[in-house]
């Protein structure tokens, strides 16, 4: 299943974008919902609550008071922390039952009002923010919801800046618009992302992205933090590190729009053992490709050896954005070339323009079906990597 959070500012519109995912066929987890589920009368939660706040925290029916819970619970941090320590297990564990409970070809949608605030966007695997400019969504507050401006104002100024949000956000929906043009556009994110997105990772397909090359795009690092951001958490202590790389980590260089990424673990059977966790993820394996071609090294008659070169080569899922994930040992001759690489681009004008000419060149010779495409690309490109990678280890060398 492909697991998405939905997340947005006060009087954003985030309510109106659930409602479309739903009808579209998504299977929707709120966690405002799910919250007040679990404090309901009779429940475990509640108990836990009053003994710990007394019951002053009752309505007359029995029911939690929120205010009154809200001024003991949130007078000071241990007070705090306790409300969390008694409401965020259950919460967490009603989520997981919901979603295992979800089909296996779902997309689930999880409302979360503060994934930013929490740090949770990396459990996810797409977020999806609904933004507004803050004069819009107080409008709707004042004028729909009738909250008063003054706690309005206040209320969306202790959430997540818009710059925030942006961080975190694969797809940014502006719902500043009339109404129906966000339904608008959530449709056709369904029909031309979501569902394929899906399809992709039930069955273990990796996006793809064409041979021509595009303008450098200041947004590929933000996008690479992302994708990091997630693969730190699937490798956990696995990853040695985890680095941008190729050409869309060298700022205003031309490229082929996909993300390259390289995971550096410790020996190859630590990446055998994340390809599963990769998989569920979102990033699938490309199971034929087992080793990088081997440069030339002067004065090291071993330094074509196979076995020096290995690797494992995963992608992404989604097909809106395409990236290589590779694996690769720690201080392996690929591992050290990839980010010398990097560097050495980054730093030498020269380097990235002759660069830049063999691309061009290797983008003109791409042609027909996408397998020929990519033999024909990567026959001009990897000449040219074995002429500089001599060049381009020494340079690292001399500034070690």
Same mark, same amino acid.
């Given at each position: 299943?492909?697991?998405?959070?939905?997340?947005?500012?006060?009087?954003?519109?985030?309510?109106?974008?659930?409602?479309?995912?739903?009808?579209?066929?998504?299977?929707?987890?709120?966690?405002?919902?799910?919250?007040?589920?679990?404090?309901?009368?009779?429940?475990?939660?509640?108990?836990?609550?009053?003994?710990?706040?007394?019951?002053?925290?009752?309505?007359?029916?029995?029911?939690?008071?929120?205010?009154?819970?809200?001024?003991?619970?949130?007078?000071?941090?241990?007070?705090?922390?306790?409300?969390?320590?008694?409401?965020?297990?259950?919460?967490?564990?009603?989520?997981?039952?919901?979603?295992?409970?979800?089909?296996?070809?779902?997309?689930?949608?999880?409302?979360?009002?503060?994934?930013?605030?929490?740090?949770?966007?990396?459990?996810?695997?797409?977020?999806?923010?609904?933004?507004?400019?803050?004069?819009?969504?107080?409008?709707?507050?004042?004028?729909?919801?009738?909250?008063?401006?003054?706690?309005?104002?206040?209320?969306?100024?202790?959430?997540?800046?818009?710059?925030?949000?942006?961080?975190?956000?694969?797809?940014?929906?502006?719902?500043?618009?009339?109404?129906?043009?966000?339904?608008?556009?959530?449709?056709?994110?369904?029909?031309?992302?979501?569902?394929?997105?899906?399809?992709?990772?039930?069955?273990?397909?990796?996006?793809?992205?064409?041979?021509?090359?595009?303008?450098?795009?200041?947004?590929?690092?933000?996008?690479?933090?992302?994708?990091?951001?997630?693969?730190?958490?699937?490798?956990?202590?696995?990853?040695?590190?985890?680095?941008?790389?190729?050409?869309?980590?060298?700022?205003?260089?031309?490229?082929?729009?996909?993300?390259?990424?390289?995971?550096?673990? #410790?020996?190859?059977? !630590? +990446?055998?053992?994340? *390809? /599963?966790?990769? $998989?569920? @993820?979102?990033?699938? &394996?490309?199971? %034929? =490709?087992?080793?990088?071609?081997?440069?030339?090294?002067?004065?090291?008659?071993?330094?074509?050896?196979?076995?020096?070169?290995?690797?494992?080569?995963?992608?992404?899922?989604?097909?809106?954005?395409?990236?290589?994930?590779?694996?690769?040992?720690?201080?392996?001759?690929?591992?050290?070339?990839?980010?010398?690489?990097?560097?050495?681009?980054?730093?030498?004008?020269?380097?990235?323009?002759?660069?830049? #000419?063999?691309?061009? !060149? +290797?983008?003109?010779? *791409? /042609?027909?079906? $996408?397998? @020929?495409?990519?033999? &024909?690309?990567? %026959? =001009?490109?990897?000449?040219?990597?074995?002429?500089?990678?001599?060049?381009?280890?020494?340079?690292?060398?001399?500034?070690?």
């Amino acid at each position: 299943m492909l697991r998405i959070g939905l997340t947005g500012g006060m009087g954003a519109g985030k309510s109106t974008v659930a409602r479309t995912l739903v009808e579209l066929g998504a299977v929707l987890i709120d966690s405002d919902a799910i919250a007040r589920e679990v404090v309901a009368p009779g429940t475990p939660g509640l108990a836990a609550l009053v003994e710990a706040f007394g019951p002053d925290i009752l309505a007359a029916d029995g029911s939690l008071n929120r205010p009154a819970l809200a001024a003991v619970a949130f007078a000071d941090d241990e007070s705090r922390g306790t409300l969390n320590a008694i409401t965020h297990p259950l919460v967490g564990a009603r989520t997981a039952e919901l979603i295992g409970d979800a089909p296996a070809d779902a997309v689930v949608v999880q409302d979360v009002p503060l994934l930013v605030e929490n740090g949770l966007a990396p459990l996810m695997q797409l977020v999806l923010v609904v933004g507004a400019d803050v004069e819009t969504r107080l409008r709707r507050l004042v004028d729909q919801r009738g909250v008063d401006e003054a706690d309005a104002r206040a209320r969306i100024a202790a959430q997540a800046t818009d710059d925030q949000r942006h961080a975190v956000a694969d797809v940014w929906l502006d719902n500043n618009g009339a109404p129906g043009i966000v339904e608008a556009q959530v449709r056709a994110l369904w029909e031309q992302r979501l569902v394929p997105f899906e399809h992709n990772l039930r069955t273990g397909v990796r996006a793809t992205a064409d041979y021509r090359l595009v303008p450098a795009d200041p947004d590929w690092a933000v996008q690479a933090r992302r994708i990091i951001a997630r693969l730190h958490l699937v490798c956990g202590a696995s990853a040695v590190r985890i680095d941008h790389v190729g050409s869309t980590a060298v700022p205003g260089l031309p490229a082929k729009d996909i993300i390259d990424i390289q995971v550096t673990v #410790a020996d190859l059977g !630590a +990446a055998d053992a994340l *390809a /599963g966790a990769l $998989a569920a @993820a979102g990033f699938p &394996a490309a199971p %034929a =490709v087992t080793h990088d071609n081997p440069k030339p090294t002067p004065g090291d008659p071993a330094g074509t050896d196979l076995a020096r070169w290995g690797k494992r080569l995963h992608g992404n899922a989604d097909p809106a954005r395409p990236a290589n994930i590779h694996l690769r040992v720690q201080d392996s001759p690929g591992q050290r070339f990839a980010i010398d690489l990097r560097d050495w681009l980054r730093a030498e004008e020269g380097a990235r323009t002759e660069y830049l #000419a063999v691309k061009r !060149a +290797a983008e003109q010779a *791409a /042609g027909g079906s $996408a397998e @020929a495409a990519g033999e &024909a690309y990567y %026959a =001009v490109k990897e000449p040219w990597f074995d002429t500089v990678y001599p060049v381009v280890t020494e340079w690292a060398r001399a500034r070690a």
